[in-house]
């Protein structure tokens, strides 16, 4: 995929969260200018992306996706919020500026956070561009409350900061990266693909493998990146998960092992998208992209 669709996207992903966020001058002022602080202007919108590549796959509608797109960015948001704060990994820079608590308080920050996820589930309550079977739209509330709940992103960071100072098997922390960070990026390649009211089974199947992948290998490249990465292309601190003595594939299997990993992984999602042709070339991108990624 050209960045120059990369671009087109972004943009119109932008347009679409700030179309959605509370205004800026809506009573209660402060939390809701924390809200659009920590959405608007940053971030690659790789979870948006892929709920609008999946659903190309399929042939779903581009408009009914945008609410969807949104509802995962939302989270997204959320979680790199309170992930940021003192309790958590204690960050003051997320996308090249001072993170939310930094800017805002902590007290605004927790708050904001806590707004974003509510928000997105009142997406997928009553955003008109949702698909509107009633069936459909119940089963995408769950696979979002499932992917981002004690069961999927928050387990997984709760397994995250216990594990500081502790050593993890590789299928430990294979479990823990699947759940912190890929449960989210499975969630948003399902809704995408759900938006096809006449979706087979099978390519339902594929596309769930592939986002399994791609979803694990994200979090691979980003302890590489913590460790080989550049903060200010990155936006954010770099070296940490070794101040914080946190257990990463880097530490288990070295660099050359951990970007082994990451291409096997690319591998095996590339290969469950075979049954498509020139329609998932997106997601054929998103996947190189994923373990390539300097940023
Ligand atoms: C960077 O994504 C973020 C991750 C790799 C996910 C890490 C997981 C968490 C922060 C979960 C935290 C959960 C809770 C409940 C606090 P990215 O590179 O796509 O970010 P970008 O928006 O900067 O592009
Ligand atoms: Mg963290």
Redesign the pocket.
Known sequence: MAEEIIKQYQSHIERELDRRLPAADLYPVDLHRAMRYAVLD???R?RPILVYSAGRVVGAPFKSLDGLACAVEFI?AY??I??DLPA?DNDDLR?GRPSCHRAFGEALAILAGDALQALAFQLLGQDVTIISNPTVRLQMLCILARAVGSLG??GG?AVDLAAVDHELTLAELDSMHIH??GALIRASVLLGALSQPQLEQSFLERLDHYAKCIGLA??IR?DILNVIGDSIAL?KSTGSDRALCKPTYPTLLGLDGSREHTKLLCQDALASLDIFGSEAEQLRWIARFIIERTY
């Open positions: 940053g971030g690659k790789i997204h979680s790199l309170h992930d958590m996308h992103m928050v960071q912190k960070t994200f979090q980003d936006g």
